[in-house]
């Protein structure tokens, strides 16, 4: 399995708080992803990262932001949490493994705001 | 947007059937297509990468196909097992380094 890990795995909050959420990887991998998944929906590109400091928006980044100061991490902010983001949250990796873009997926965190 | 689909949303078999299941793209102009497998709780794990026209892949009783004319690729189960209830996920590569996901095909096994 590869090097990632997800924190919290479960966080149970209010509207209007701010949530973190922290991506680890062991890795090394230049590439780092965040997506919520929805039923109906797949997997759905929040923001990436192509590298420490550089960041870009995804599908669906309205109340989230992004940050990464050091290649293992990557955090994902929902400012001001809100019931519609009630969500499975994936982090992904990737390195420059050519012309296939594969990807790998940490565990997850599962959000509830109430 | 790119589009990708994937039929049936949801399936229900018994033990030993064989199935499968679709995704479909607007066009050939893309890199490859993976196929994932999502147990809920866990990590999506990926199955296959498949990047020219006539690809077959092969793992166990799974397997994958891709006509990129046509635009679409068919995974199959042979003799599906409980074990194998999930969510089968495609995506397609079009570059710049993200991937583009169907909505998935939740598979449910009944013994």
Same mark, same amino acid.
């Given at each position: 399995?590869?090097? @990632?890990?997800? +924190?919290?795995?479960? *966080?149970? /909050?209010?509207? #209007?708080?701010?949530?973190?959420?922290?991506?680890?990887?062991?890795?090394?991998?230049?590439?780092?992803?965040?997506?919520?998944?929805?039923?109906?929906?797949?997997?759905?590109? @929040?923001?990436? +990262?192509?590298?420490? *400091?550089? /960041?870009?928006? #995804?599908?669906?980044?309205?109340?989230?932001?992004?940050?990464?100061?050091?290649?293992?991490?990557?955090?994902?902010?929902?400012?001001?949490?809100?019931?519609?983001?009630?969500?499975?949250?994936?982090?992904?990796?990737?390195?420059?493994?050519?012309?296939?873009?594969?990807?790998?997926?940490?565990?997850?965190?599962?959000?509830?705001?109430? | 947007?790119?589009?990708?689909?994937?039929?049936?949303?949801?399936?229900?078999?018994?033990?030993?059937?064989?199935?499968?299941?679709?995704?479909?793209?607007?066009?050939?102009?893309?890199?490859?297509?993976?196929?994932?497998?999502?147990?809920?709780?866990?990590?999506?794990?990926?199955?296959?990468?498949?990047?020219?026209?006539?690809?077959?892949?092969?793992?166990?009783?799974?397997?994958?196909?891709?006509?990129?004319?046509?635009?679409?690729?068919?995974?199959?189960?042979?003799?599906?097992?409980?074990?194998?209830?999930?969510?089968?996920?495609?995506?397609?590569?079009?570059?710049?380094?993200?991937?583009?996901?169907?909505?998935?095909?939740?598979?449910?096994?009944?013994?």
């Amino acid at each position: 399995d590869a090097g @990632i890990t997800q +924190s919290p795995r479960h *966080k149970v /909050t209010e509207t #209007g708080t701010p949530v973190t959420l922290r991506c680890h990887q062991t890795e090394n991998h230049r590439y780092m992803y965040w997506y919520r998944q929805d039923p109906g929906h797949g997997l759905r590109l @929040i923001h990436y +990262s192509y590298g420490v *400091k550089d /960041t870009d928006k #995804g599908e669906v980044s309205d109340g989230y932001s992004v940050s990464r100061s050091k290649t293992e991490d990557f955090l994902l902010t929902l400012e001001s949490a809100t019931s519609s983001q009630t969500s499975v949250y994936f982090c992904a990796i990737s390195g420059d493994v050519g012309r296939t873009g594969d990807q790998y997926f940490g565990p997850g965190t599962r959000l509830l705001v109430l | 947007i790119l589009n990708v689909e994937q039929s049936p949303q949801s399936l229900h078999v018994q033990e030993g059937d064989s199935t499968n299941f679709t995704c479909s793209f607007p066009s050939s102009n893309f890199y490859a297509l993976h196929w994932y497998r999502w147990e809920t709780a866990k990590s999506p794990e990926a199955l296959f990468v498949m990047t020219l026209n006539g690809d077959e892949k092969k793992k166990g009783r799974i397997s994958a196909t891709l006509n990129t004319k046509e635009g679409y690729s068919y995974l199959y189960i042979k003799g599906s097992q409980p074990e194998d209830s999930a969510t089968y996920l495609c995506a397609l590569y079009t570059g710049f380094q993200k991937l583009v996901f169907g909505t998935g095909t939740r598979l449910l096994v009944s013994p």
